[in-house]
C-alpha cells in the first residue's frame, strides 16, 4: 500500500499490526533494561572507568528522553507507519554498531543512535494501534500491548544475563536483528498509513536543544567523578548546559508547534505529578544503575541469576498495577502517591543491608519486593493524575511528558548518583588502607583503579600474601559507596511522597 495514503485497518491486519507494534517496542524496552546486567561484562571487556559506563546507559537514555516528544510529532505529521518503519531501521543499525564496537566511545555513540531510533518507535506504536483499532477495541489491544511490554522489560535482564554468561555481551544486541526482521515483515504487509491531518509542524529546534542542554548538564555531572566538582571544564559544562535549557524553556514558550506546551504547567495537579516522577524515576535509576555490580561483582553471582534477581520488582509492579489502578476512585490518588512512594522508599532503605555474602532471600529479595509494591501502588495513580491533569487535546503530549521526565529522571540520577558514589568509594578505600598500612606504591596503583568502582582489580605489585586483604577492602568499599547511593534514593523516595502531599487537590478523585 502507498506510504503516504490513509486507509482503515482491515479486520484481518489487526493482530498483525499488534505483532509489529509489540515487537518493534519491545526492542526498545528491552534494551533499556537489559544492559544494565551486561555493564559489569561490558566494562571489564572495554577495560572502561565508571564515566564511560555511565554513557554507555546515559546516551541510550539522552537522546530516548529527549527525542520522544519529538518522535510522536513526527508520526502524527509525516506518517506513523513511515516514522515507525526508520525508528526499526536506525535502532536495528546501532544495535549492529553496538555488538560490533571495538571500544567504549564507539559503543556509546552507536547506544545513542539506539536511543534515537527508540524514540521513533515508542510513541508511534501507540498511535499506530489507536489508529489501526476502533473505540470498543483499542483498549483491549493497548492492554495486550501494555501487558506484552511489561513482560518483556521484565525478562529483558534474564535474557541478557543468559546472554552474556553462554555467549558474549555483545550477543544482547544482536538479538534484536531477527526481532527487526518480524517487525518490518509485519509492518510492510499489513500495516495502513495514517498521519494527523491537522498536525502542524514538528518542533525540531526545540528537541536539539533539549538534547544538547540535557548532554552538556549530563557530561559535567559525570566528568565531576574524575575531574572534581571545582574542575573548570565541570564548572563549564553544567553552565553551558543550564544556559541551553534555559534558551530551551525560552524557545518553548514563543515556537509555534512547541514539543512541551508551557501552559499545562499551570495545573499544580499536573506540575505536582511531574515533580512526584522526576523524584521517584532518579532514586529508582541511580540505585538500579548499581545494584547489577554489587550483585556481579560483589556477591558473586552470575549475570542471568543477577537479571533473575529484579524478576520480583518487574513482576510485583506488572500484576499489582492494575490492582493499585481501581483504587484511584475509592480513595483518590493523593493518598495512594504518599503511601506508594514511602514503601519504596522503605525498599531503598533496605538496600542499604546487605554486606558481603549471604543469602538472595534475606539480602536482596526483600528490597526488591518492598520496590516493587511501592511502585506498584504509586504508578497507576500518577499516570492518572497526569492525564487528569491536562485537558483532552494534550492528552498524548501530556503522557508524552511525563514518559520523558521518567527517562530524564534517569539519566540525570546515574549521571550525578555516580560521581557521589566515586567520591565515597574513594573515602572509603583511603580508610581501609590506612588500617591496612598500605605502602605508598600500592596506594599509587590503587588510586588509578577508584574510577572503575565494582571493577576496581588489585594491582600486580601487591604481594600474594596481602592480596586478599587489598581485594576485601575494595570490596567493601563499593558497598560502603552503595549503600550511600541507597539511602539518598531512599530520602529522594520519601521526598516525592511529601511533594504528593503539598501539591496533590486533596478532593480529586
Known sequence: MPAGSDQECPQRSRPWVLAATILGSSMAFIDGSVVNVALPAIQASLAAPVSEAQWIVNSYMLLLGALILIGGAAGDRFGRRRIFIIGVLVFTAASAACGLAPDAPALIAARASQGAGAALLVPTSLAIISAAFPEKERGRAIGTWAGASALTTALGPVLGGWLTDTLSWRAIFFINVPLAALTLGFTLWHMPESRNRDAKGVDWLGGVLAVAGLGCFTYGLTLASEAGWVHVRVIAALLVGIAVLAAFLWFETRARTPMVPLQLFRDPDFTGANAITLLLY????????????????????????????????????????????????????????????????????????????????????????????????????????????????????????????????????????????????????????????????????????????????????????????????????????????????????????????????????
Open 282 to 509: 532518579f532514586a529508582l535509576g541511580g540505585a538500579l544503575f548499581f545494584v547489577p555490580f554489587n550483585l556481579i561483582r560483589i556477591q558473586g553471582y552470575p549475570a542471568m541469576l543477577a537479571g533473575a534477581a529484579f524478576l520480583p520488582l518487574s513482576l510485583i509492579m506488572g500484576f499489582l498495577s492494575r490492582w493499585s489502578g481501581g483504587l484511584i476512585e475509592r480513595y483518590g490518588p493523593r493518598r495512594l502517591l504518599m503511601i506508594g512512594p514511602m514503601i519504596a522508599a522503605a525498599g531503598f532503605a533496605l538496600f542499604a543491608v546487605p554486606g558481603i555474602g549471604g543469602s538472595y532471600w534475606t539480602t536482596f529479595f526483600p528490597p526488591m519486593a518492598l520496590l516493587g509494591l511501592g511502585m506498584a501502588v504509586a504508578v497507576a495513580p500518577l499516570t492518572t493524575t497526569v492525564m487528569r491533569g491536562a485537558e483532552d487535546r494534550y492528552a498524548g503530549v501530556a503522557s508524552g511528558i511525563n514518559n520523558a521526565m521518567a527517562r530524564v529522571a534517569g539519566l540525570l540520577a546515574v549521571a550525578l548518583l555516580g560521581s557521589i558514589a566515586v567520591g565515597v568509594f574513594a573515602r572509603a578505600l583511603d580508610a581501609r588502607l590506612d588500617r591496612l598500612h598500605a605502602s605508598a606504591e600500592v596506594r599509587s596503583a590503587l588510586r588509578a583503579e577508584i574510577p572503575k568502582l565494582a571493577e576496581a582489580a588489585v594491582p600486580k605489585n601487591v604481594d600474594a600474601a596481602a592480596r586478599p586483604a587489598v581485594e576485601r577492602a575494595l570490596h567493601e568499599s563499593f558497598v560502603r559507596s552503595f549503600r550511600v547511593v541507597s539511602l539518598l534514593a531512599a530520602a529522594l523516595a520519601a521526598l516525592s511522597a511529601a511533594v504528593a502531599w503539598l501539591t496533590i487537590d486533596r478532593k480529586r478523585k
